[in-house]
């Protein structure tokens, strides 16, 4: 039985390099497997600028900080609750398992509250 190719087949010697071509697709086929591979090194981290639009006030404390986040969730609450009054079916259970997360948080924030209040 005659075997059309060697064993095993040979091998072109010529480097992926041989022409300025080849050499400018493989680097960019590097370049695109590390964009996707380590995007780490991709990423320009630049700082952080605070914005001044929406601010809490750094001297309130603790209490009033949570107080507040209570009235807010409670708040949320009511609105969820009395948006799913007027929904039917999926919407409608999606709703009320929000207003279930926020009353959890809700049920947190008081709980915060009690243990500053509680005499040492």
């Known amino acids: 039985m005659f075997k059309p190719t060697p064993n095993p087949p040979d091998t072109d010697p010529a480097s992926p390099h041989e022409s300025p071509a080849s050499k400018k697709r493989h680097e960019a086929a590097d370049r695109a ?3 996707h591979l380590h995007p780490a090194a991709f990423i320009h ?6 914005s001044t639009m929406f601010t809490v006030n750094p001297e309130l404390d603790t209490e009033t900080l949570l107080a507040h986040a209570c009235e807010s969730l409670a708040s949320a609450n009511v609105m969820a609750m009395d948006l799913a009054d007027h929904m039917d079916g999926p919407s ?17 924030v008081n709980r915060a509250l009690d243990r500053l209040d509680q005499p040492e």
């Open 33 to 35: 497997l590390d964009y």
């Open 45 to 50: 981290v630049t700082p952080r600028k605070l």
């Open 92 to 108: 409608r259970n999606s709703l009320l398992g929000i207003t279930q997360v926020i009353m959890l948080g809700e049920l947190a």
